[in-house]
């Protein structure tokens, strides 16, 4: 089935380091990827998205490119932020022609940046 | 745009009880969705509803539990002879329907312990 595989937490930095949180997927289709942030005590809110290959999200710094040769939606940035300290979960959706829309999350990557 | 609403935030019960949780999603999406999430895992899908319709159930949702959304609007998940593995976070989230692949807006969930 379609699965999302995230890396392993938690991952600590300090502040100003570069961060990458890898992310693959596997679907029989062609997914829409998403990266969805928790941060402590609130509700999961939308990070960034990419809706075909090649394509690059963008927001608050971070980034993510959607390879598909490779399967992957890895999230970057460039110089990480205390305030940044949350989980962050990769997520897909398949298609809309498919006939299936709900998301498929990984497990979740906790991150703390420490000043 | 007050945001979804989960009530309520906690709820405790023994083991065999019921339980209903609510959802207030924003009020213009027509797309309603409820996830289940573990320590350490990312949601679950359980269900969603495009309007009153409930379009789509996970295996994980089993006989015990049932959601409706009757008028279209606010939504409830009920749980019958409560199990202590169902202890999780319910989530919902609400999107509007009709538009490629829009972002889910999610609640800050309803945490439910069986004892």
């Known amino acids: 089935g379609d699965s999302v595989t995230q890396m392993e937490g938690p991952v600590t930095l300090s502040e100003e380091a570069f961060l990458t949180i890898n992310c693959t997927y596997t679907a029989t289709g062609y997914p829409s990827l998403f990266w969805y942030v928790q941060y402590p005590g609130e509700g999961l809110q939308l990070l960034l998205k990419a809706t075909k290959a090649d394509d690059k999200g963008s927001n608050k710094g971070f980034e993510a490119t959607y390879r598909k040769e490779t399967t992957s939606f890895h999230l970057e940035k460039g110089s990480v932020q205390v305030s940044d300290s949350a989980v962050y979960f990769c997520?897909?959706?398949?298609?809309?022609?498919?006939?299936?829309?709900?998301?498929?999350f990984g497990k979740g990557t906790r991150l703390s940046v420490i000043a | 745009d007050t945001g979804v609403s989960q009530n309520p935030r906690h709820k405790i019960t023994k083991r065999g009880q019921n339980v209903t949780f609510r959802c207030d999603p924003i009020s213009e999406h027509n797309r309603l969705y409820w996830y289940r999430q573990t320590l350490g895992q990312g949601p679950e899908f359980l269900t969603y509803f495009q309007n009153e319709a409930q379009l789509e159930k996970s295996r994980l949702l089993s006989d015990r539990f049932s959601a409706e959304r009757p008028k279209g609007s606010f939504s409830t998940l009920e749980i019958q002879r409560t199990e202590q593995g169902d202890s999780a976070m319910y989530l919902c989230?609400?999107?509007?329907?009709?538009?490629?692949?829009?972002?889910?807006?999610f609640g800050n969930g309803t945490r439910l312990t069986v004892t």
């Open positions: 989230a609400s999107s509007p329907g009709g538009v490629l692949n829009s972002p889910l807006h």
């Open positions: 997520a897909l959706a398949l298609s809309p022609n498919s006939g299936n829309t709900p998301l498929v």
